[in-house]
């Protein structure tokens, strides 16, 4: 098979192409990989661009017509506002025939048979999308104000659950453990069930690649995450923040569902003490536990309290993130929770919503990028591509390769440092070092709080809903 | 080495012990000052009788200090000013041009009409004089006088106008500042400061002026110094978090004004479209409401709604309009406005967003970071409005001039509209809203500190008002008389 051919299936389906193992995905030679980006990056640009109306005007007003290196790709990311460059007004006045009209222009996917005509909320135009389309958005959880679109399809989902799923093992050294990949784990999730953003769908991966079937899924909010909510709850951020929560109006569908709301309010507080008896009851199992934080020291100070340690030791993978219930953690956290559960280590990652990548963390404190993502660093005010070699600190952008129906060329609002050297861990793939920041961040701070906190701002916004 | 140095100035002693560095705003610029926890009990007036030779002056003799000092500013002859100019260009987000502009306005501010504006405006100048006699109607006579306080000023640095203005509210009604130099100007009180010392060292008014920086947030230093056995009154300028921040301080006894973040707003009527010239004449004066002092205000024009019409023909007037006044924004006078220093790159990233939109929004202009005008198509604001910045407005289409109000909120200081009768329609409406100060198109940035700020007056607020009340028994009946008990 040709380096084309070969570029094109990784990047197609990189989990199948790897074996499902991160470990070989990670331990691919550099200069193989750097060749086999290049030839699925050409792949990608010859038969998207003149398919994605956006990507199309950049490149002609860029005058870019091909690229041959993976430096030309970095000419052409997208900026991060380009997701979420809607007028907002459009979400509030429930204009999705506009909204529609909006996204078409970032996706291959014919949009024109859509019927979203009679969608009241930011749910039912993304389940009419789906239905009459086939495309399947996730959103960004809005912490900034204004939700990120990412136009993806099924089977992009498919693959980050996968990802997701050998990411995870690898990183908690289960790389080749058969039984890890095919028994069932009991699957703690302390967020909500399910949903369209990023976080709402951390949940399934869980159920995916871990529980296997419900049964083994425990979660702490039995509903879904609506759109609407985690909308309501940005704008309510956004208006505190700017003085405007007097003129914030709810929507009649959202009122609408008061009582809905009101009940999975009721249901939050019972559900902490069932999963806590719950895993009393399983000790010595194979258990995961993903979610929030906060929730996470919550069970553990709570065990630790009644004399409960080391409930899982050897059969236990714990990856919270954020989520600390408004309040900050005990500085001690990361012990607490691993004297209770038994874990060795608690799984860190750096990923978000536009981008089918969880970058781990290795053994030195490095997130790692897997070969179907090509990082770059741009300087945060040139725009000026930083080299491939050495360490680099400036504005975070990556490529992913994985997507066939919108352009996965793309500028984050991150600060990072993006390490070529070889890494201690074994791992040849480049690397980012721990300190992340936004960039607005350092431009003199905004209010920002980080996705996986998703779940706390729905909560939060829960309670503006049954309140207001 | 060769690092800048930034002294304390405590009631006229110059402080460069301790030195520790401090970083300017965005990271590029160094200097040193007293470590603040070396100064944090001398900083506070500890005896508040000292203040009782302020009134040896009479309100004429603080005036003529004023004016004196304005002209001993002149920055041809004043090397503490020269040498806080040269400073401050590191330090601060104005150009080179427009720092200097604003320096070389100090003397016109203190000319000897507007400094008696100052304080006889807000407050009258017999109030701070003397006792006011009021008569009232249960009998009895009282005397009212304005007297100084204590007071603490947390100044903004994006204009060195600010420190003059406390400087000059601070004389004007015999009190005792502290002025907390902000990093993107710890040179401008400074040199004003160093100024009254060499006129005259002992001079009851420059006792009572003491200029230092410490970092906003410093908890161990303000926990001691914001007190009210210390201060009085906190006079808090800036943004959001650094109000908010002061806020945890006020107690019984210690009083905050706030002049808090603000952002404006400009309202252009129908009648624009009316001919050519007008258009041209309101591009302008829009084009300097936005570009003045390249857009660092709080009183800076940043969203700008006009009356044009959402249909087709009326966007094309948008447009139209958006780009006369882009032109008209590229051509103002350099003193007043260039192109910024600096770029907000999250800013730059919305705005190529918003590029990639072109059924909803157009750019005029900002390839080169010089400014640009976004124009709506629909009737909304872009959501990252408050971080609007260099010289970068958003052009919002209304049908209805009624609709702006949808945009204005407590956190609207100014509207500057056009034309001028459409001012006085709109005049007792927007304030229900929030605005605060309704002004002529064009005229935004050059605002007069004997008006009312934010809405409020703020040296009526920064004074205290002391009552001397007569009570006649005759005419005012005492409650100690048994009538009086049993009626």
Redo the contacts between chains.
Sequence with gaps: MGINEEAVRMANDPPRFFDYSAHNAHHVPSADIEAMQLAALQERFSSLRDRIAVLRATADEQGITEFSSLQDAGQLLFPHTVYKSYPVSLLERNRFDQMTKWLSRLTTVDLSRAEVGDCDGIDSWLEALENTTGLSLTHSSGTSGTMTFLPRTSDGYRIMSEVFGMTSRDFNGLDNDAEARNEPWHTFFLGFRGGRSHAGRAAGWALDNFAKTPEYLYTLYDAEMSSDVMFMAARVRRAEARGELSQLEISPALKARQAEFEETQRSVAQALEQLFEKLLSLRGERVYIGGMNGALVELSQKGLGLGYSDMFTGNIVVQCGGGNKGGALPDDWEDLCMRFTGARQLGQYYGMTEVSMMASKCSEGHYHVPPWVIPYVLDPQSGDLAAREGSHTGRAGFFDLVPQSHWGGFATGDEITLDWNACPCGRTTPHIHPQIRRLSEKEGGDDKITCAAADDAHAAALDFLTHA | MGKIVAPAIIRGEIITDNLVSFGGRGGDMEFLSPDPMTIVDRLPLRNPAEMRKLYTLTIDEIIDFLVELGAALDLSRNAHMQEALEHSYAATDLTPSILRWQYSLIQQYFSREMVRGFIDVPIGIPFVEGWQPVTLADGRTASIRAMGARCLHITAGNSPMTALISLARNALTRSDAIIKSPSNDPFTALAVARTMIDMAPDHPLARHFSVAYWKGGSLDFEEKLYQPKNIEKIIAWG???SVKHVTQYIQPGLELISLDPKRSATIIGRDTFADEATMRDAALRAATDIGASNQTGCSSARVVLVESGTDDEGLARLRKLAAMTYEAMLRLPDNISNKPKT????LR??I???R??P???EVIGGKDDEGAIIV?K???V???Y?SLSGRVANFVPLDNVSDAF?FV???TQTVGIYPEALKLRLRDELPLFGAQRIVTLGYAMTANPALPQDAIEPLRRMVKWIVDEQCPEDTCPPLWRDSLVHA
């Design positions: 943004g959001f978090a770029f907000d790159p999250e990233s919305n190529d967003g918003l990639a939109t059924d909803f929004y709506s629909l009737d909304d872009v959501d990252f408050p949808r909120t407590s956190y």
